[in-house]
C-alpha cells in the first residue's frame, strides 16, 4: 500500500477556501455608547477602493485623495458578523464625522486590509 506524499504546497481549494475570512476587529469608541466592527478587504475590495484613489484616464490620470478615509472606512465598518453598515455613495456622509474618530478608524482598516503608508504613495506616484 503506498502513501501519498504530502503536498509541498497549498493546494487551490486551501486557498480559495480563504475567501470570505477576513479579519473583523471590535473598536471601542469614547464618542459613541456601542462599539465599531471593523473588517479587512478582499482583495477585489482593495482594488476597487484604490481604483476610487485615481481619476481621469491616460496622461491626465490623477490621485483623487478626497474624502479617502471615509471612502475606506464605509467598505470597512461593519456588524458583528462582517456585513457592511455602509454603501460606497455614503462616503460623504461619513466624512462629516469627526477627524478625530475617523482617522482612528481609519488606521485599523487600514492594517486589516493590509494597506501601508507606502500603498498610499505608490498611489500618488511617490
Do not use: W
Request: proline share 3%.
Amino acid at each position: 500500500m503506498s502513501k501519498t506524499p504530502p503536498t509541498a504546497h497549498a493546494t487551490k481549494d486551501a486557498i480559495l477556501a480563504l475567501a470570505g475570512s477576513t479579519q473583523i476587529e471590535r473598536i471601542e469608541v469614547a464618542e459613541l455608547s456601542n462599539p465599531i466592527y471593523i473588517r479587512g478587504l478582499s482583495a477585489r475590495e482593495r482594488d476597487s477602493f484604490e481604483a476610487s484613489c485615481m481619476n481621469g484616464k491616460g496622461k491626465a490620470r490623477g490621485l483623487n485623495m478626497d474624502n479617502v478615509r471615509a471612502r475606506l472606512l464605509v467598505r470597512s465598518i461593519c456588524t458583528e458578523t462582517g456585513e457592511r453598515l455602509f454603501q460606497d455613495h455614503e462616503a460623504d456622509a461619513l466624512g462629516s464625522v469627526p477627524a478625530a474618530v475617523v482617522d482612528r478608524l481609519f488606521t485599523v482598516a487600514q492594517r486589516l486590509s493590509g494597506l501601508s503608508t507606502n500603498d498610499v504613495e505608490e498611489l500618488a506616484g511617490n
